[in-house]
DNA sequence: TTAGGGTTAG
């Protein structure tokens, strides 16, 4: 063995029959070594044993190849694992057992469900160890036909009472979209465990059938942290982040044995980035440190997120920073890049990239969402364009949907219009509506009426129900005194019942979100935030600002519509915040819509006027405002 | 051996 190494002294007891040249050479001496050293990442030493092996002449029996198909499988050196097990004359259903454990573990589905059917047509029987990992291939491969057809075959193997298969078997109809199945099974079952409760809730939480899902988790017997997890992270991929730190909380609060690991924590945070709850989170990350919980790269990973979503980019560096660069998978490098693109540091977003690349990463569709984004957001045409292109050339990642939006967004921020629309019409796929709607804001902002209407007819097909088409599409009608269109558009919005997407706005204060919808007079405060609201108009046109009224619909009168736009609720939100914060604090606003051109000149002013630091994150981006200025160069 | 997980445009 190597000597560098330190064996244990469990293992030196089991090296001992070697050290004695005259002892035979048995399988029964080498088979505990390997499964000793299965698992425990110890490659080197498994190939001294097996050289040591063949050179004394011992070919391997089909139980000892099933432990050293286990060893190299554990180790990383599948193809070893592979070669024993085609080496080996008979195999055993033990040694058929570690090679279909040994391809679905390296997700190697379809080979999984061929030693699966080889196994069938020696007539050997599988076991509780044969068809979970079977079912997990029929499921990554989503071969329901088939996993129905193994269903039976369990059956037929005498394996209905075994709970490990029985949830297997719950768990591929889940994942497979049978829920009724699923259940059905559950149903019949004769014992089950928490696992299979577990399961099932997952599938329905997976499903957004959120009430069944809640219902069997408060019926089930026993809860473990797994039950736990699966509810919080249920809630929060269904949007009901509220539901799922109320959860969290009562978990904590249950004096009960069962304990939050690191996959809870790291469900629980994106609750937080859903909605921009600074201080939770941080409270949150400070519960994982105590707990030690935050040293894991995936909890690191999903702190960054939950930072970057709540504006904080210098806490997601600073969590990025912390993973060792070994540890930087691509989930860690794409969500950096990500954060750094939503807060329009493109430059930055391109050079994590690069770094990315020669840290030997290789990159998929969401990295390059997340960079082409950032080019867009950043005006860096001429690099997004060649990065674009490099996709299927350098790095043999296909374009999607959702990168022709990111470059046809980057053309169109620009003004190339007609560049935008020739790329339209030359895409391998129908655009959608992202596409569409990028198009129309681009028109609208570079005034081109010709490619907004033809922009919104799509828009009006893909999806009728978004009033916000209507009002850019009417709005530029009017800035061309084209009355009858803007008739024929509001007759149109009126016989289709579209009604407008309510904007609303919020703020974080102390740990606590305050929600304001556009001309809300429900908060107690409400007084207060107006009339410091009416006295803003004339402080700011001091400082020069105009208030821009073509961002309200043309429809009423222009002292109303300065009123409208006074109680824009991004505008009651920061009202609300100067009101209730010290001078110092930075304002955070959230805000369901895309920001208003007039309360981002607005918000501009106010940040210098007050001497504020002020955040928003609007549905695409954030814009950081000070002193005057934004961090988005008003380029959005 | 089965169950829970982080990143994505507009």
Redesign the pocket.
């Known amino acids: 063995m190597n000597q560098r190494s330190s064996p244990s002294p469990k293992l030196n007891t089991l090296l001992q029959p070697l050290l004695n040249p005259q002892a035979p050479v048995l399988a029964s001496t080498y088979a505990p070594i390997f499964q000793f050293l299965t698992g425990k990442n110890l490659l080197k030493q498994g190939q001294q044993m097996h050289a040591h092996m063949a050179l004394r002449g011992l070919r391997p029996t089909a139980f000892l190849a099933a432990k050293m198909v286990a060893m190299y499988a554990s180790s990383g050196d599948i193809s070893s694992a592979s070669y024993i097990f085609h080496a080996t004359a008979s195999p055993s259903p033990l040694l058929f057992n570690s090679i279909i454990r040994a391809f679905s573990l390296y997700k190697l589905s379809e080979k999984t469900i061929h030693m699966y059917a080889r196994m069938h047509s020696l007539s050997l029987r599988g076991d509780?160890?044969t068809y979970?990992f079977v079912l997990?291939s029929v499921t990554d491969l989503y071969y329901v036909q088939f996993g129905k057809c193994i269903h039976g075959s369990s059956l037929k193997d005498g394996l209905e009472f075994d709970?490990?298969v029985g949830?297997?078997l719950i768990?591929m109809y889940v994942k497979c979209g049978e829920l009724g199945d699923a259940h059905k099974l559950f149903d019949v079952m004769p014992l089950r465990?928490?696992?299979?409760w577990?399961?099932l809730i997952?599938g329905y939480m997976r499903d957004g059938v959120v009430d069944l899902a809640k219902e069997l988790f408060e019926n089930m017997p026993k809860k473990?942290?797994?039950?736990w997890?699966?509810m919080i992270?249920g809630y929060?991929?269904n949007g009901l982040v509220d539901e799922a730190l109320r959860l969290f909380d009562e978990m904590l609060s249950e004096d009960s044995e069962v304990k939050p690991?690191w996959?809870?924590v790291?469900?629980v945070?994106?609750a937080c980035?859903h909605s921009a709850a600074l201080d939770r989170g941080r409270k949150i990350h400070a519960f994982a440190r105590e707990k030690s919980l935050d040293s894991?790269?995936?909890v690191q990973?999903?702190l960054m997120?939950m930072y970057a979503?709540c504006g904080s980019l210098a806490d997601a560096s600073w969590c990025f920073n912390r993973i060792k660069l070994n540890d930087r998978?691509?989930?860690?490098w794409?969500?950096m890049i990500?954060a750094y693109?939503?807060h329009g540091h493109g430059l930055e977003a391109v050079s994590t990239f690069e770094d990315m690349i020669r840290a030997g990463l290789r990159p998929d569709?969401?990295t390059f969402?997340?960079l082409l984004?950032g080019c867009?957001?950043s005006g860096l045409v001429d690099v997004g364009l060649k990065y674009f292109d490099s996709m299927s050339t350098m790095y043999f990642v296909e374009p999607k949907?959702?990168h022709y939006?990111?470059v046809i967004?980057l053309l169109g921020r620009t003004g190339q219009l007609v560049k935008a629309y020739n790329l339209i019409s030359r895409m391998p796929m129908l655009a959608?509506?992202?596409?569409w709607?990028?198009l129309l804001?681009a028109s609208r902002s570079h005034r081109n009426l010709e490619i907004a209407e033809l922009a919104a007819k799509k828009l009006f097909v893909l999806e009728p129900d978004n009033s916000g088409n209507y009002v850019v599409l009417s709005n530029m009608y009017a800035e061309a005194n084209m009355w009858e269109e803007v008739n024929h558009l509001r007759a149109l919005l009126k016989s289709q019942g579209v009604k407008k997407n309510p904007g609303c706005s919020w703020i974080e204060i102390n740990g606590k979100a305050h929600l304001f919808l556009g001309g809300d007079t429900s908060h107690p405060q409400y007084k207060e935030i107006y009339k410091l609201l009416e006295e803003l108009p004339e402080k700011i046109k001091a400082a020069g600002y105009v208030p821009d009224t073509s961002f309200a619909l043309h429809d009423i009168s222009e002292e109303e519509k300065v009123y409208t736009l006074t109680t824009h609720s991004e505008k009651l939100a920061i009202a609300f915040g100067l009101l209730n914060t010290s001078p110092a604090t930075v304002l955070r606003i959230t805000k369901n819509l895309r920001i208003c051109g007039d309360c981002h000149t607005a918000i501009k002013f106010i940040s210098k006027i007050y001497g504020r630091e002020i955040i928003v994150r609007d549905?695409?981006?954030f814009h950081h405002f000070k002193d005057g200025l934004c961090s988005c160069g008003d380029y959005w």
């Open positions: 509780n160890f979970p997990k709970i490990y949830t297997s768990d465990d928490v696992s299979s577990n399961t997952s473990n942290i797994v039950s997890t699966s992270s929060t991929q690991n996959v809870t790291m469900s945070l994106p980035a894991h790269p995936s990973t999903a997120g979503k998978n691509l989930v860690a794409n969500t990500s693109s939503s569709g969401i969402t997340g984004s867009s957001h949907h959702e939006a990111c967004d959608g509506a992202s596409i709607g990028s804001a549905v695409n981006r």
